[in-house]
């Protein structure tokens, strides 16, 4: 086991992910609003805010896919012994991580049902840009449009068609996070 | 601070409440079923609505915490000392200062800004309920959006009363989607509801649901073309403060049947007769 491993996660578990979920719900309940998540030092290529999210929603309950180049020793080790989430492939997860390109097809991840709406999976995507400009954004928290840099629109068009089904989506760049609800209308 | 964690509850709990909060402000007015935890109060004293503040509760935040509009009712005292014991935040009374206030059965009177969070405490979330009992049937009853039964509902009121007597708990429509209990707020406050700049978070402990409405969502509260809805309260000014804009309590004041009404929101009340309002029975 490397000593990366081991370090990384919140300094101060409790209050360090208080203040994380602040940022994740407010990025949610305000889609295209960005905001900064810190206290968590993951091994590449994460970034430091999706390690954050990680640590702070991600437990032993919740079957983590991860995708593409995320998908390697030390961040099998660092969500292992930080979380101790169990791995799974798309159909089964909570949550998957990676880049947008490694993701697909998003028809693999469970939307919900009809009854259970909840029960669906939500994708952090790691980006290289995270900027208020690009797609134009309209629904619920958003007062009248809002933009974001989205790594495209089609199939978040074709996911927020399946509401209330639908999955959510978790956006992170170094330190910084937005987010995009299956409630987003994307123009 | 203290021997407890954080905000009272262990982190796992917290991570699972924060989960089915994200899939709630994702799905708007959808109840999303959590595992409810024992808490150190009685079902029925914002068990839900304390598992909600403890798990969105930062160590910055400035908490408030009111009964029926009141800061210094049994219930909202005993919140905010559990929080500030466990939690070591800040609180307040004053409804512009705080970050994160939990509510039972009302909406502040001074209208919320972005940054603030309303967390209310829920008896019954499920609107459909007192006509349909059968959980398996009224989960069905939402996926379906078969809502004609709580239309039924508002008619008969109609026809016994000649209006919709539905006066507290008025169900809304969420998005023009789902049918949500706002809660026991009287409907004086469902106005509010709506295109609020503040998260609203709804947390029914004993009935173990969370749901939730993100900032600026389109609520409508349901009625009909002819009788469309009306925000009702009592028909005075306030007692104390003279607002006759706000929503009242009517208090028994002796025993030949002398009453006066005053403002449910005490900070609202407060801040008027700071500011110099009198009502007429004001010493």
Redesign the interface.
Known sequence: MQAQTLTGGFAH???D???A??G???A???PGSIHTLTGALPPAPLSSAAGAALL???????PIYLAGATDCAKVRAWIAFHTGAPLTGPAHC?FALGTWDALPPLSAYPVG??????R?A?LIVECDVLLNAGATLT?????ETAALSLPETQAFQTNAAL??LGL?FLFTCRDRIAAL???TKVL | MSDY???YLD??T???I???????????G?Q??FASREMPMPYGWGTGGVQVSA??????DRFKVIDQGADDTTNAVSIRSFFERTAGVATTTATTEATVIQTRHRIPEVPLAEGQILVYQVPIPEPLRFLEPRESET??M???EEYGLMHVKLYEDISRHGHIATSYAYPVKV?A??VMDPSPIPKFDNPKLGGC?A?QLFGAGREQRIY???????VVSLDFEDHPFEATKADHPCGLCGADDSYLDEVIIDDTGGRMFVCSDTDYCETRQAAGHRGKDAA
Do not use: W
């Open positions: 578990p409790s209050t992910a208080a203040d979920f602040r994740v719900m407010e949610l309940a305000r702070t929603l991600c437990d032993t309950e919740t909570m049902t009809a009854e259970y709406p909840d669906s939500t629904g619920p928290g958003i007062r509401f209330p959510d609800p299956r409630s | 964690n954080f905000a982190e796992q917290k991570r699972m924060r989960r089915a909060i994200l899939k709630g402000l994702a799905i708007p959808y999303v079923p798990a969105v509760l930062t160590p910055d989960r069905k939402h996926s379906l998005e989607r789902y700049p998260i939730a409405l993100p900032p600026y969502t389109r």
